[in-house]
């Protein structure tokens, strides 16, 4: 779990994000069938009853999260020294992996801070039921730091 101050990966945060929307998703949709499942079993009766009380049964109308987005700021945090020895190290030796010189440390930080990046991501529901993640910057500063990263580059993200 990612914690508010602590340093972590931004693709495991964002496989984070996606895991705890399909939980909370699955969760109320499972509520939903619970209630149902109570409703028919206890059908409430009487003249102050509505007559349309069963159309919240229609398969329409069931809940779900269709889209969910998420607005976090986040900062770079220098790499330790012995990161980077490592680092150096794997590279003398051959075993050098080209994308982990673009591997950055981010921290959780507050909007006001004049180093942040703003990231918003974007959870949403396709028609075929399939949840696609998208997370888009909101100024150049950003952009160009998702354009640096291996990771954070997308379809929808191109040099200008």
Known sequence: MVKPR????LDSFLTF????VVKADM?????????WQHFSKFKPRGSHINTDIDEG???TRHLSLNEVKFRFYARQVPR???KRLWQGLKYIFGKYDPQAFHNIDYELTESLNPDTIEITVTVKQEEN???KVSYDPVDARTR???LASPFLQTKQLKKT
């Open 129 to 131: 039921g399939k949840m």
């Open 144 to 146: 160009n730091i998702f």
């Open 17 to 20: 994000l996606l895991e705890e």
């Open 57 to 59: 049964w229609a398969a």
């Open 80 to 82: 330790s020294f012995w």
């Open 6 to 9: 602590e340093q972590f990966n």
């Open 27 to 35: 969760t109320m949709q499972d509520r939903q069938l619970e209630a």
